[in-house]
Nanobody, 127 residues
Framework: QVQLVESGGGLVQAGGSLRLSCAAS????????MGWFRQAPGKERDFVAA????????KYADSVKGRFTISRDNAKNTVYLQMNSLKSEDTAVYYC????????????????????WGQGTTVTVSS
């Protein structure tokens, strides 16, 4: 059974930092792109960041460029999202997602291209 489990969310003051982790189990994703999405209350799920299988290609939403960094450790089957200079508008449930195919997959900003999803971790930024 494939599982993606996010951790690291919490309450932080504006300007602070958090590091989210997403641990995958049940399948190796070392050849697959992975991403982070977020959903704020009353809003649709939005793309945040994505990373290629080897970390050589990353994509970011304009709203987080320069503040968030996505990375991965294939030996641990884990992807991370370092979030700095947090703002109140970053408050959301953050979801980890993984693409999957027989070959390598590229990072994508489109949620429909991700096959596996975690349950989410809540990030609350107080102003």
């Amino acid at each position: 059974q494939v599982q993606l489990v996010e951790s690291g969310g919490g309450l932080v003051q504006a300007g602070g930092s958090l590091r989210l982790s997403c641990a995958a189990s049940g399948r190796t994703f070392s050849s697959q792109a992975m991403g982070w999405f977020r959903q704020a209350p009353g809003k649709e799920r939005d793309f945040v960041a994505a990373i290629s299988w080897n970390g050589g290609n990353t994509k970011y939403a304009d709203s987080v460029k320069g503040r968030f960094t996505i990375s991965r450790d294939n030996a641990k089957n884990t992807v991370y999202l370092q979030m700095n200079s947090l703002k109140s508008e970053d408050t959301a449930v953050y979801y980890c997602a993984a693409r999957y195919s027989d070959g390598y997959t590229a990072p994508s900003t489109q949620s429909v291209e991700y096959v596996y999803w975690g349950q989410g971790t809540t990030v609350t930024v107080s102003s």
